[in-house]
């Protein structure tokens, strides 16, 4: 145990506990974006200019004690990231990110050995647990190249764009996907000239499965979110012979489940992403009487809320992912435009779309962790990149078949 001694008042020789209040506090305001932490100290923590990530000593003690005091209240605005170095916290490996984002918060550790590592000993009201890593690496996969086809192309952490790699599974277009069990990915339902419901499920090294029954009705042109925190992802809206809004959930080991009676209004070729904690939001496309701009947003739980009247340029054929860890951007489509969603679900006036456009029936990504990228659409095979601040980079140029009506989410938590 590490720790300052405070009294000794009955003057006892042997091995002296460290006092309740025997931590050493480091005088110096800590104001910068990163801090080494040691054991037996506590820190005053300003965050008013910028976030602050904590990693904690590599090495500790049963008993070792950290104090970290939120100085100015400014944690809800920038908040303390902890890197347990190694070591577990609450039980989970270092992988996990750990977040504290409450203004005021006093966070108090104490180590307690090897399984479960640094535990908060403070109000369990204000000790927020950690969240699985997000998904690193994407893939895009079916489509129509000419011929309707099944090829897929990865996307590594950096946004780079793998050359075509051979189909696996039923050749078809306008499928949705979604990323489920946290690294791994899901292709269902699309169009051969029929509408199907088979899936292909995506491990996490990014192989395609060979086709799976699906369930509920065959269509094609919905689109698809993770939710919640335990890996569960939903597919709904799309266009089953007409416009419909129903949806299937998928279940965190790629399950399909039955069609769920729909909510909002029924439309195809829109696009979906998560935001927030563990929700999502599936916008515009197009309805029986034309473009729409319409939202509904997904709950914690897969409930698809009624509809919210929309914002910018109606249109359809566009996609949306999820960049900077908790918000959303919708893209491309005819009339192209973009449009970006905030942590909370509100969806941004348009802003001029960059690169090639319009472009229908494109398809886009998470990766990196907190990026995105866009891909193909109307026989293109550029990509755009989007940045963790929500800025749409320029053309990159084609790598692979050039494509429409494909689809794409992250797999894999490895960079």
């Given at each position: ?193 029929s509408f199907t419901n088979i899936r292909n499920l995506v491990n996490n090294s990014g192989v395609v499965a ?13 689109a698809g979110v993770a939710y919640g925190s335990a890996g569960q992802a939903v597919i709904a809206f799309g ?177």
């Amino acid at each position: 145990m590490s720790g300052i001694v405070q009294n000794n008042t009955v003057r006892s020789s042997g091995t002296i506990a460290v006092a309740a209040s025997g931590l050493n506090w480091d005088s110096a305001v800590i104001t910068g974006s990163t801090l080494s932490a040691e054991a037996g100290n506590g820190y005053f923590i300003n965050t008013t200019s910028n976030a602050c990530t904590i990693t904690l000593p590599s090495a500790a003690a049963a008993g070792d004690q950290i104090v970290f005091m939120d100085y100015a209240r400014t944690w809800g605005t920038n908040k303390i990231i902890i890197d347990s170095n190694g070591l577990n916290y609450q039980g989970d490996d270092d992988s996990f990110t750990v977040e504290y984002n409450t203004s005021g918060e006093t966070l108090d550790i104490v180590y307690s050995g090897a399984t479960k590592g640094w535990i908060p000993q403070n109000d369990d009201t204000v000790a927020n647990p950690g969240v699985a890593p997000v998904t690193q690496k994407g893939i895009f996969a079916f489509g129509n190249t000419g011929p309707i086809t099944n090829i897929s192309s990865l996307v590594n952490s950096s946004g780079v764009i793998s050359a075509d790699v051979s189909g696996v599974g039923t050749a078809r277009q306008q499928c949705m996907s979604a990323t489920y069990g946290g690294d791994t990915a899901i292709f269902a339902y699309g169009t051969t000239g029929s509408f199907t419901n088979i899936r292909n499920l995506v491990n996490n090294s990014g192989v395609v499965a060979a086709d799976a029954t699906g369930a509920g009705t065959p269509k094609s042109q919905g689109a698809g979110v993770a939710y919640g925190s335990a890996g569960q992802a939903v597919i709904a809206f799309g266009n089953s012979g007409s416009y419909t809004n129903t949806s299937n959930l998928v279940s965190n080991t790629g399950v399909l489940g039955s069609d769920v009676t729909g909510v909002g209004s029924a439309r195809g070729t829109c696009g979906g992403a998560g935001y927030g904690d563990g929700l999502g939001i599936i916008g515009y496309g197009y309805t029986p009487s034309g473009r729409t701009a319409i939202t509904n947003k997904i709950s914690s739980s897969g409930v698809v809320a009624t509809d919210t009247s929309g914002v910018g340029t109606v249109r359809g054929g566009l996609d949306c992912a999820s960049y900077g860890g908790d918000k959303a951007i919708f893209a491309y489509g005819d009339p192209a435009s973009t449009n970006l969603v905030s942590n909370t679900g509100v969806v941004a006036a348009d802003v001029s779309s960059v690169g090639t456009y319009p472009r229908e029936g494109i398809g886009a990504t998470n990766y990196g962790g907190d990026k995105a990228i866009f891909f193909a659409g109307s026989g293109s095979g550029v990509s755009n990149l989007v940045s963790n601040s929500g800025v749409v980079a320029s053309d990159t140029a084609a790598v692979g078949s050039v494509r429409q009506n494909v689809t794409g989410a992250g797999y894999s938590f490895n960079a």
